[in-house]
């Protein structure tokens, strides 16, 4: 499978030059990328995020199709921008830069990416973020880390949704825990029932703390 | 994006030249691509089938990593063979083609080709297979299909696994039939409930109709 690998690495280095640019242009912005399979609760998870964050989002929604997605969050009140892929497995740093211009960056705190549904490809591309988040959800199995190790590595936050549902699936907790903190022996991991808004707390705050972190960086830049 | 789709189209023109040297090898055995999101329960799957088919069938497990699904597949006494694809979102032809020199195909009935976790990539590539099966979970969600139309109208079989769950998860079935059906009128969608073994016989009733057809075919193109 070189050829597909040798290629997208090309696509990268060019893409690097965006990402590059969006870092500097966000800010005192926070920006995170969120990365998890079909069906993890991405959107569930912002919605949630709306109801009880101190500070202002947007969200940029990247789906093959549909802007489902987005309507779920603008009925939320928050302001997104659906991007629709027509095929493409993941978002790339070019994209995100011409959706940059269509939005107000000035306005919000923290600006979520929400990328396409897959472990895989949105693992490999840097977007500008701050950072990348991982989310699992129990019904997919506690096998995913050492499965799509790469995501782990890189994430600096993991979130396991769908613990409401651990009495009905076979889920092992520890080896999860185990095999994500051999990947990553640093990253929170934070469970989340998203129907009862367990967790939502702990998740909000993680990104209070981080965006806290990162005006603080960025005053001491500009100084 | 169109950079990654001009390559991958390439790529793909090569890769046909293996797709099709692999359906002539084929012969008489009938080979099944199955797609789906991590942890929707393909592995699962296979397990199920080697208890109940009336067939014998072998195994390509494509993984990013590990050879956990082999293992599990080998515990059932299924020929199996792991491809780690390394960072590679979707199996391809040639490393198919190569796969199957290690594999007694003359001893098999059907062989089946367990897709890397992913609703997007794989659903592109032709392998040389009889045909695509879409495999969705319930705790997914409903609205899969239209954001992942693609490989919803490649299918020849939907199948919408742990229905078990659906007292415990928000699925709108009456949509996700409706949608399926917009998008593909013929294939069946079949219910599973893997844990208790409902709807397994349906699903190698199908299976064993398309290794019937499959044979009968072959016979009429060798007379």
Redesign the interface.
Known sequence: ?S???T??QS?MA?DEKYAFRIRKRMGRTLMVNIIG????GKTTLLEETASRAPFLFAVIEG????S?DAERLAAKNVETLQIN?K???HL?AH?IEKALESLSLDAVDVLFVEN??????PA?FDLGEDFKVAVV?T???A??P?????LFVQSEAVLLT?V??LP??RFDKEMFSRDVRSLNPKSPIIELDLISGAGVDTWVSFLSRRLEEKRAHADRQST
């Open positions: 499978m050829e597909i690998v290629i997208q696509v060019e399979s079909p069906g993890c789906d093959l199709e549909t489902r892929t095929g493409c497995c790339e994209v396409v549904g897959n472990l895989v490809c490999e959800s019904p997919e199995g096998d995913k050492l499965k799509y190790p790469f769908k409401d549902l009905y699936v």
